[in-house]
């Protein structure tokens, strides 16, 4: 199955008839009673009688060149033609901001002064600033802060001290352009400075560096605010550096993290808890994944859907499917009803150890607690059906998946095409591809690809009698 879905595109399709040969009733869809308005004669009226929008009569300059004379001469010309239109700061800024997208930072800075020498009305505000301060972050060619603290003194000399929104935007518009480790200094340095990050910009920043820089790195950054300035990781904190070693599979850093949460006085919430039990489900270590559900549970953390469907997931991946199995009546208990998700994996699990008919028993039961199949369920089938050698009910199971306009994986797709191969049935196979190439389940190369392979194994096999 690989990874866990997180969503998943439900069905409209009954198949208790694959089971037993009965086709359910359906009936036509109904418009949603909040989409028909109570009276709809009141309704158009109140639309008719509504004011029309006032268009801007504000013209525009979007700069295409980064040449100054050519921007001071068509802001001058703007103008000394529009005498009677009010250029007001926020249209200043918009022009400032257009030039600044194709233009040195130097020359955005003798733009703007310019245009407050030849339009004294336009008086800059701390966003014409902060504009600059963007341009100066987002510059590639400066290895170093110096642009930076040109447009911080720049704002200070004219009045705007930093503050947090302005940590925020160098921050964020550092990291964008790669520049982590300025971005580092920079909130040091405004931090001593009364303009500290707010948790938004903090916990921002503690993201980037997992995403782009070693763990030691992140562990000496939040060190370093703790001791130099009293900012200290928060729960969002722990949650995103727990993220993070899960993906990269380091699951006892996050372990290690857990307890320092614990020192700190901070409760973990299922959040937590469940990202951990996703990186033992990674390492196919179901009985870690239950630990850390029994841990959920002294520690009084209230489990919900997820949780379980993580667990579920990582039992059934790791053959301990009975186990998987006792959560179905432990979820019912707690309020927290299997969906497709939990039955898929458990159907996977099943499947695995060779059991398909078992798995298509858990479709059954499915269908009778109002649980919807999706396309995931479908195409763990049939994989599980082909691996089993019942071509027979898998070919009804892919019947049943063409009415429902529902796609196949690429697993169940090459595995279905390789077992009608081997039973003598290639027009069934071409059909097949066709229906993957219509349905858009696969590229038309991957499928074609897997189809010429197939084909090929196929002559090969019939070459040394061990196909016919």
């Known amino acids: 199955m690989g990874k866990i879905p997180q969503a998943f595109r439900t069905s409209q399709l009954p198949t208790s008839q694959f089971l037993k040969n009965k086709q359910s009733p359906s009936t036509p869809p109904q418009k949603p009673y909040f989409l028909t308005p109570k009276n709809p004669k009141k309704t158009q009226q109140k639309i008719n009688n509504r004011p029309e929008k006032v268009k801007s009569l504000t013209p525009l300059i979007n700069f295409t060149s980064p040449n100054l004379s050519d921007a001071k001469t068509q802001f001058k010309s703007l103008i000394s033609t529009q ?30 002064n310019y245009m407050v020498k030849i339009h004294p009305e336009f008086l800059p505000d701390r966003h014409t600033y902060h504009v600059l301060l963007l341009q100066s972050c987002k510059s590639t060619d400066d290895d170093s802060l110096s642009s930076v603290h040109d447009a911080l003194n720049l704002m200070a000399n004219n009045g705007f001290s930093p503050n947090k929104v302005t940590t925020d935007i160098a921050v964020r518009a550092l990291c964008s352009s790669g520049r982590e480790e300025h971005a580092v200094e920079l909130v ?15 916990n921002f ?52 993290l857990l ?34 559900y029994n841990k959920m549970q002294e520690e009084g953390v209230k489990p919900d859907l997820v949780t379980f469907n993580t667990l579920v997931y990582g039992l059934s991946k790791s053959g301990k499917v009975k186990e998987a199995k006792k959560f179905l009546r432990i979820m019912a208990e707690t309020g927290n009803f299997p969906d497709a998700v939990t039955y898929t994996s458990l159907m996977n699990g ?53 009415k429902g306009d529902m796609k196949l994986d690429a697993g169940s797709y090459g595995t279905f095409l390789r077992t009608l191969c081997r039973n003598g049935r290639v027009a069934d196979a071409y059909e097949v591809f066709e229906y993957a190439v219509e349905s858009k389940s696969l590229s038309d190369v991957s499928a074609y690809t897997t189809l010429e392979g197939t084909l090929k194994w196929l002559m090969k096999a019939r070459e040394q009698g061990l196909a016919v």
């Open 259 to 292: 307890e320092v949460l614990s020192e700190e006085g901070i409760k973990p919430d299922a959040y937590v808890y469940n990202t951990i039990m996703k990186g033992y489900c990674m390492l196919n270590l179901g009985s870690e994944a239950l630990g850390v």
């Open 205 to 256: 920043l503690i993201r980037c560096l997992c995403r782009n820089r070693s763990v030691s790195s992140m562990n000496n950054f939040i060190k370093d605010m703790r001791e130099g300035f009293g900012i200290k990781p928060d729960l969002v904190t722990y949650t995103i550096m727990i993220d993070n070693v899960c993906n990269g599979k380091n699951l006892r850093e996050a372990t290690r």
């Open 350 to 402: 099943v499947c695995r150890q060779g059991d398909a008919l078992g798995a298509l028993a858990l479709l059954e039961e499915m269908e009778a607690r109002g649980c919807t199949p999706n396309d995931c369920t479908y195409s763990t089938l049939l994989h599980g059906l082909c691996k089993a050698k019942l071509l027979d009910k898998a070919i009804e199971l892919y019947e049943i998946m063409k």
């Open 83 to 112: 005498k009677n239109t009010p250029f007001d700061t926020r249209f200043c800024n918009s022009v400032l901001q257009s030039y600044s997208c194709v233009s040195s930072f130097q020359d955005s800075i003798l733009l703007l």
């Open 188 to 202: 040091k340095e405004l931090s001593s400075k009364d303009s500290p990050p707010d948790t938004y910009t903090y």
